[in-house]
């Protein structure tokens, strides 16, 4: 089934934030700091404020004791937290950080005014190297603390250090999986307005989590939850850097409830490059102990993560999840890990795609070609010998997490197969004579998804779900999820079409707007089908149960022997005793002719709470050729066979495969933010930051496995981040397999062209 | 992204075109497709205080051959360069250019004039004109004058053009007898600019040399240029592979090649040899097939 979410998107009839306007609106624009580590000793706003159609200008002491700090939810031991305000005050610590806002009639005008505020900064040393960061003599990003660690959180189980002295050998690697920026479509965008009468203040916003930040404003703001009301309306990508809580956000509901007037405030591409979160910044230093015959008995990992300046929401949340994936879908019985977070005078990192998993599939993947390069064992072998049986399901590992169902074996077979894995490394060793780099990547992954039991969750992590069936027999689904892009208002759609006996056609799937939805969590995590749709499917089944319990009063037969038919309910084994569905609807609410103490209309909720995470996995196949003469990469085959539980829509799925494949091409080939060592952003636009274009995508082969889930009963696991997940290794170790002849056994991220062309030169290529 | 203020103006005619400019002098700037000048204009690197919009002047676009001579109005787009059948048959290296510009949304737009106009260093046409030995027609208040693409690129994002002038149209001569030519690019991988970009264009006689030989390359300098040591290795000489290649590496002979984050100068250098061998290549391959 095709996307009910399109006609209206491709013909430009949907509305996102800047589509939507109000009567008196104004429009703020905001003055960011160009140092990376400043005191603010004086601004000078008086030009800007007698310039044309300016309304306001306000700074960080116009807030002081009036706005909240921005949150963070993420919950760690000793975690430190510096004051973030919406607008600085004192202190300025990455590029790009609010100094002042403009207000003005119109914003061309407000832009204008912004260039006319002078801001005595005192600029100070700053650092932009974690690494660095952490030595003693490093420049402190926050004054108040005695240095730049933010975090250390630690896992050991298995007795490590005793599997690394059986080991016959000790594979080490360091992995950096560099800073990436998220570049959704549409950029952030707030328009709020308050309305004195209702004392209601609405807020529109391009978010995942619109009662999140509901929540979140209303504390900010101190203003009662129930009077605001946060929408958001059509979003163009998020890719986690939407799910999240930003200064800008309660700034513009500040300033509409100040000035009582609507405020818009959209964000400039440039400044989404500098001030929306960035993703990754790791540094993974890793080693495993193996045996002789490929057996893998122990991981070990110093991860040091760039944090950035401040926390976001779930900022040094995120690599606690490369923490509990680690071991990838492998029965590793040892572990022990260290990370620690780091203050730098950078943006602030947080969830974007894949959300620390990625992390983890890298580094392991990469890690067990390592082993195999070192054993001389094919990879996959290497991968099929330390693979937990699908007998071994459910799978606890030493990280802490149990991995609900799996067939890791079925899958890369048929990757494989699909591959013609046999051929293809026959084909490798011709060309490796000519003199050719032709390389075969596999990374066979799994994840953590549909986030998350509420235990293991800063902000709860059940979902809501209302399922209501109108007087005429049609269909309004209310999930707390919020799609952006995702494609649920088909999905859920086909889900209560199919339990009701009806045409999708019938159903429409409300979300984004807190007066409209009961309360949920959001969309993130790979989470809105297995949670959200969880909660949707169970309340369908209420519905379902009380259009039986009338269908058989109607007809005089016990509820029991009714079943739901296409577009009727009928007696079981007698086909013509019927009652159409819309005669059943219409009962329940003229309500004439109910049963006893049976509640009229037919409107259930669910909120569902999971028992556990799910495991999405899979198996990747990548086939690149590197041209020897330029260090291009050419992929010329991508076979992705992915494993994600039942499936609703074919077409979504392979969608969000074919998205993320694409997203970790960028981040294998060419993604990188790259600030200089005063802490200013070189890659600031996409002049200069390459993201994928379609010319650079190959073609993507999908195939699935059905290993279906436990732990909801529609048995979906979740797929919107696994193409993100899986490839990026996939890509990466298909090149260093190409390299192979020449010695090369690692190649940093990204695969960038004068980097492999260095290396096929100074090995005489 | 948000521009500052400007004074617009969008002549109907060349003439109130011209005296637009000289009457707004340098405040002014000639508006193209605007798919350099605008985005320069929304991230605030111009603040041009008053914008000449060409695009409603009949008679800039157009692509003619008269005589074996080529001529294009400034005007002509992308688009319109890449599907020319006259230029396929006849000067297949521009179509070649224009197709490796940007892409689908970039070559609707932005033009011929407006491209070489703004001399991006990295821009892909300036190494066809190079090639093809093309001139350009300046006109101003005063009349024309014609400058060879050689001397028209005078340093990055400077060109011959002076006060009050306007680029109206290119010409070149349409390829002769055995003749075959080739653009070959390295892409950056964000901007889609040329990293690399080599017009290769070749004339062999009925021994087989090179009888004329071109090369003109972008992206590699401060401004494009002719590869003069690439050309005096292949002219008069039997053209093969062996020989491509030798004087290939003469590429960037003379010439300080750029260095940014994508590419260093050392490896714009090697691309520069290794692009230049494969677009003379291709041009050879395409010469002799005309037998």
Not at chain 1, 264 to 283: C, P, S, V, Y
Not at chain 1, 333 to 349: L, S
Request: proline share 6%; with cysteine.
């Amino acid at each position: 089934m095709k996307r009910k979410e399109d006609p209206r998107l491709i013909q430009g009839l949907g509305h996102y934030v800047d589509d939507l306007s109000l009567p008196g609106q104004l429009y703020a624009a905001i003055l960011r700091s160009p140092h990376a580590h400043a005191r603010l000793r004086k601004i000078d706003r008086s030009a800007a404020e007698r310039a044309a159609g300016v309304v306001a200008v306000i700074t960080g002491e116009d807030i002081r004791g009036v706005l909240g700090t921005i949150p963070v939810a993420a919950a760690l031991p000793e975690l430190k937290v510096p004051p973030h305000y919406p607008l600085a005050i004192d202190n300025i610590c990455y590029v790009g950080e609010p100094v002042a806002v403009v207000v003005a009639d119109d914003r061309y005008r407000a832009r204008d005014a912004v260039d006319l505020i002078e801001v005595d900064y005192e600029p100070l040393p700053a650092v932009t190297d974690p690494e660095k960061a952490l030595e003693k003599s490093s420049p402190r990003v926050h004054e108040q603390f005695k240095d730049n660690q933010a975090c250390l959180w630690k896992i050991e189980a298995g007795f490590p250090d005793r599997a690394f002295k059986k080991a016959d050998r000790i594979v080490r690697q360091r992995f950096l999986n560099q800073r990436l920026i998220p570049v959704a479509m549409e950029p952030r965008g707030v328009l709020a307005s308050y309305d004195p009468g209702p004392e209601l203040l609405t807020v529109w916003s391009s978010t995942q989590i619109p009662h999140l930040l509901r929540t979140q404003i209303a504390a900010m703001l101190n203003v009662p939850e129930m009077r605001v009301r946060v929408i958001a309306p059509e979003v163009g990508g998020g890719f986690g850097s939407k799910l999240n809580v930003y200064g800008e956000e309660a700034l513009v509901a500040h300033l509409a409830m100040k000035l009582g007037r609507p405020v818009k405030w959209m964000e400039t591409r440039r400044e989404n490059f500098l001030a929306t979160i960035h993703g990754r910044d790791q540094i993974d230093d890793v080693e495993v102990a193996v045996k002789q015959d490929g057996r893998i008995l122990a991981l070990k990992c110093r991860l040091t993560a760039d944090l950035g300046a401040y926390h976001q929401l779930l900022t040094p949340a995120i690599p606690t999840l490369t923490g509990l994936l680690m071991l990838g879908c492998y029965k590793i019985p040892a572990v022990k890990i260290e990370y620690v977070g780091v203050f730098t005078n950078k943006m602030a990192t947080d969830a974007y795609r894949g959300a620390g998993r990625p992390e983890a599939t890298y580094l392991i993947e990469r890690m067990v070609d390592l082993v195999a390069l070192e054993l001389g064992k094919d990879p996959a072998e290497i991968r099929r010998q330390n693979f937990p049986k699908p007998k071994d399901f459910p799978y606890s590992t030493p990280t802490g997490v149990i991995y609900d169902s799996g067939n890791y074996e079925a899958t890369l077979k048929k990757a494989l197969e699909l591959a013609g894995y046999k051929k293809l490394r026959e084909e490798q060793k011709k060309l490796w004579k000519q003199g050719r780099y032709l390389g075969i990547g596999l990374s066979t992954y799994v994840e953590i998804c549909a986030m998350g039991p509420s235990s293991a969750m800063p902000a709860g992590g059940w979902e809501s779900g209302t399922v209501r069936i109108e007087p005429t027999g049609k269909v309004t689904v209310l999930t707390g999820a919020s799609p952006h892009g995702q494609g649920q208002e088909t999905s859920f759609a086909q889900v209560v079409a199919d339990e009701l006996g009806i045409s999708p056609d019938s159903v429409i799937v409300i979300h984004g707007d807190t007066q409209a939805v009961p309360y949920g969590i959001g969309t993130f995590g790979s989470r809105a089908t297995a949670v959200g749709g969880t909660a949707m499917f169970l309340a369908v089944q209420k519905l379902k149960d009380k259009l039986k319990r009338l269908a058989g009063h109607l007809l005089g037969v016990d509820p029991k022997r009714i079943e739901m038919g296409e577009g009727k309910l009928v007696v079981k084994g007698k086909p013509k005793k019927s009652k159409s569905f819309l005669e059943v609807v219409q009962a329940a609410y003229v309500a004439k002719t109910l049963p006893p103490n049976f509640e009229p209309g037919l409107e259930a909720t669910t909120f569902f709470e999971p028992s556990n995470f799910t495991f999405p996995f899979g198996a990747h196949v990548c086939v690149v050729e590197v041209d020897a003469e330029t260090g291009d990469v050419h992929i010329l085959r991508y076979v992705a066979v992915d494993d994600c539980g039942n499936v609703i829509n074919p077409l979504l799925v392979d969608g969000q495969v074919h998205g993320g494949i694409v997203q970790a091409l960028g981040q294998a080939l060419f993604e990188e933010a790259v600030y200089d060592e005063n802490g200013q952003l070189l890659t600031g636009e996409l002049m200069d930051y390459a993201i994928p274009r379609a010319w650079d995508v190959p073609r993507i082969e999908t195939a699935r496995t059905v290993t279906p889930s436990p732990v909801n009963p529609m048995g979906v696991k979740g797929v919107g981040e696994a193409g993100t997940i899986a490839a990026t290794p996939a890509i990466v170790n298909a090149v260093v397999d190409a390299l192979r002849p020449l010695g090369v056994r690692d190649i940093q991220m990204p695969l960038k062209r004068e980097r492999l062309w260095a290396l096929l030169e100074a090995r005489g290529s | 992204m948000i521009p500052a203020s400007f004074e617009y103006f969008a002549p109907r005619s060349l003439e109130e075109a011209l005296q637009l400019l000289a009457h707004h002098g340098t405040e002014a700037k000639l508006l193209a497709g605007g798919h350099s000048l605008l985005p320069m204009m929304k991230l605030r690197l111009a603040t041009p205080r008053t914008l000449i919009d060409l695009g409603r002047i009949r008679g800039l676009s157009y692509i003619r051959e008269d005589g074996g001579r080529i001529s294009i109005g400034a005007m002509t787009t992308h688009a319109e360069v890449e599907s020319s059948e006259l230029l396929r048959r006849r000067a297949p290296l521009l179509p070649e250019t224009a197709a490796e510009i940007g892409d689908v949304q970039v070559r609707n737009r932005g033009t011929l004039g407006g491209s070489l106009a703004h001399a991006d260093p990295a821009a892909d046409y300036p190494a066809a004109l190079l090639a093809l030995d093309a001139e350009c027609v300046l006109t101003s208040q005063k009349g024309t004058r014609t400058v060879v693409a050689k001397d028209f690129f005078v340093d990055m994002l400077t060109t011959a053009l002076q006060a009050g002038e306007i680029l109206t149209e290119v010409r070149f001569a349409a390829d002769s007898p055995r003749t075959g030519s080739a653009y070959r690019k390295l892409h950056h991988p964000a901007s889609g600019f040329a990293i690399v970009g080599v017009a290769a264009r070749l004339t062999l006689d009925a021994t087989g040399k090179g009888s004329a030989v071109s090369v003109g390359i972008t992206g590699v300098a401060p401004k494009p240029y002719r590869a003069t040591g690439v050309e005096r290795g292949l002219l008069g000489q039997t053209l093969d592979a062996k020989r491509i290649a030798e004087a290939s590496a003469q590429a960037t002979r003379g010439v300080e090649p750029l260095s940014d984050l994508q590419a260093s100068a050392r490896y714009r250098a090697a691309m520069a040899a290794v692009f230049t061998r494969r677009a003379l290549a291709a041009a050879l391959g395409r010469a002799q097939k005309q037998g």
